[in-house]
């Protein structure tokens, strides 16, 4: 029987790509503003450049952004680009059936938890952002796990959960892991024997997928968890 | 004839201990809501002694704290304070009668700077957020100058300015500095000869100044300078 849900925050709770997107518009748009005198494309596509040789977590987009383009005292600019990037990043809200289906769950009684990639405190700041945080007993992050989504992670995972009173004796199988994408989330909790759940939202929708079901809107994990429950699934 | 003028920002351009105390306050709110599960006033005195003993520009206060406090799995407080923490300062405002004041000295035909101790970027956020960078030519900060506001300070600041095109040969005296502090703004820039108005705002209001004007109210300032052109200064 299912007692505890696991669940991806990115592309899955909010719709991190849009954001992510908007959030380098505004902050590019923002430089403009501030009279950086370069065009938006040009802006867009240097700092596209960025982020693909440093990845996203790196901390100084935009200071080397500046460097890159020869802007000189750069400071004025880099923090019009910070201040409206956060300002965006800061407005994140929820799929909008996301708050309304974890209050459901909590309701039947499952044990609702976060597993994901990232710094455990920036991945805490968007379940706080996302007003959810209260709904999960606690967050499974790659930082404090020593690796990111994987088989061993799901298995230090399931042993954790048997460490706890409240899910000793658990296993695999009463354990769902829901997340939008394939390599990081399906096969990796569907390896340990988790049941999985893949949503298709965000840039991985249209991606082939092992999952044992597949849904296109968050509120149709009530029905497959009802199904199991009634011993159809 | 008075043609420069230099504003501090924090507690100059808005009240910057308030929103600095209000800011501490939701940190600490936000990690009781969380379920820290320590009252506000054993809160509140921990972080302040951590501030005290790392000083208020240090990153990790609430990590700190959180070690301090013997928190375990701290990541959710971390993230639940410091997101309130700066949903706070992102939320500054100016003194009432700020804006409208720098927009009729731009219309005069002064030119205004910020001369202000700290980090460039976060200063020159501090400006965005109020809504008054644009305002201004420039920021002299100390983290670009080399040191923070002193007499020396001050005689680059008047190097500098001598060497742009549109304030070229201009004397001390042209120049007029705005601040709340006696040590770090009127002190220094008196001592190279600039004009000294002094603010009495923050938590410094009530220390004695040797400036050359005092004021009450930000507004006030249009009048020191009509005075001063026509000759009663």
């Not at 430089?31 to 802006?43: A, P, Q, S, T």
């Not at 440093?54 to 935009?62: D, M, R």
Request: glycine letters at 8%; aromatic letters at 8%.
């Amino acid at each position: 029987m299912v007692k505890a849900i696991l669940f991806d925050i990115d592309d899955t709770l909010f719709p991190s790509s849009e954001f992510a997107e908007l959030a380098r518009r505004n902050a590019i748009r923002a430089m403009i503003e501030m009279g950086i005198g370069r065009g938006e494309k040009e802006l867009y596509e240097a700092l596209m450049g960025v982020i693909r040789r440093k990845g996203s977590n790196y901390p100084n987009h935009f200071d080397l952004l500046c460097r890159k383009l020869g802007v000189k005292r750069p400071s004025r600019y880099v923090a019009a680009a910070v201040g409206a990037y956060h300002n965006t990043k800061t407005a994140i809200q929820p799929f909008p059936t996301v708050p309304r289906t974890l209050l459901a769950l909590r309701e039947k009684g499952y044990r609702l938890y976060v597993a994901t990639n990232g710094e455990a405190t920036k991945q805490w700041d968007k379940l706080i952002r996302l007003q959810i945080a209260l709904f999960f007993e606690d967050v499974f992050v790659s930082e404090e796990m020593g690796e990111e989504k994987s088989a061993s992670f799901f298995r230090k995972v399931l042993k954790d959960l048997n460490s706890r009173p409240g899910t000793r004796g658990i296993r695999p199988a009463d354990c769902v892991m829901v997340g939008d994408r394939e390599d990081a989330d399906i096969a990796p909790a569907k390896a340990v024997g988790i049941r999985t759940i893949r949503i298709r939202t965000g840039k991985y929708s249209s991606t082939p997928s092992s999952a044992d079901f597949r849904i296109g809107e968050f509120s149709e994990i009530e029905r497959i968890l009802n199904s199991l429950k009634t011993g159809k699934g």
